[in-house]
């Protein structure tokens, strides 16, 4: 037990370490309304969080939780990170947050039905995937969902991502999420593929408006529309894809 419990420590003090020199670029700060890619996926994850308890690994300043909150029997949002979740309370003054590390959750086995992690796990430190999986399954009842988007390694997904090249943003293929989730105790139920040149667009546009205009950056009405097409698009190939979105569940 104590060299498990010794790795994880280790995990979240590398975790700390990477995610420092974000502190304070909080993104969609004084803009409390979900971005349309956040509606998009809950459309397609909303009958798993039906009346369930839920748990929003990640949450950042909140847009995905709030949607979530709205149709789960209970809902707790967590982040590494305080001033996102700062940010998160005062727009969702009902919400629950709580400020910690995916690798040593502060739940009792079994607490949640499903866990969501929309966008994180490209985020967290490199081969450190399966141990902040493992977490996650150890919080989750049996049977229990895990439901996980993120960028799609093809050439569509990483030439749209100046972060690809410039902040070693990841991009992930089935194959080695299906390999990870396996090791960390889950079995893919579905996957599909989402986005598309409208959604990368939008990213784009926002990063150009934060880091070069120093603006606050909304997405124009007529791109949203894009965007919800390219996601509702039945049957998208994984070439013309941006997003892989997956729904797993623990099997041990």
């Not at 998009?40 to 929003?56: E, F």
């Not at 569509?156 to 396996?182: N, Q």
């Not at 960390?184 to 926002?206: D, H, P, T, V």
Request: net charge positive.
């Amino acid at each position: 037990m104590m060299p498990a419990q010794e790795n994880n420590s280790n995990l979240l003090s590398g975790h700390m370490k990477y995610v420092t020199r974000f502190r304070g670029e909080v993104d969609g700060e004084g803009y409390p309304e979900a971005s349309m890619v956040a509606k998009c996926v809950l459309d397609i994850v909303r009958p798993q969080l039906d009346n369930s308890r839920h748990l929003d690994i990640g949450c950042w300043t909140g847009g995905f939780f709030s949607l979530c909150q709205s149709v789960t029997k209970m809902s707790i949002g967590l982040d590494v990170q305080f001033p996102p979740l700062s940010v998160a309370k005062k727009y969702n003054s009902k919400g629950r947050f709580i400020c910690a590390s995916v690798f040593l959750l502060p739940f009792k086995n079994s607490s949640f039905n499903i866990i969501t992690l929309s966008e994180v796990i490209e985020h967290l430190p490199v081969n450190s995937e399966v141990n902040a999986l493992r977490e996650a399954c150890r919080v989750l009842s049996c049977n229990g969902k895990l439901f996980l988007t993120t960028p799609n390694m093809n050439p569509l997904g990483f030439w749209g991502d100046p972060a690809y090249f410039f902040l070693g943003h990841r991009h992930y293929s089935l194959g080695k999420l299906k390999k990870i989730l396996e090791s960390a105790g889950f079995k893919i139920i579905s996957m599909r593929n989402c986005g598309g040149f409208f959604q990368l667009l939008n990213g784009i546009l926002a990063l150009l408006y934060k880091h070069l205009l120093k603006k606050k950056f909304i997405t124009f009405a007529c791109l949203n529309d894009l965007i919800k097409k390219e996601f509702y698009h039945n049957g998208k190939s994984w070439w013309t894809s941006t997003k892989i979105v997956i729904l797993a569940e623990k099997i041990k």
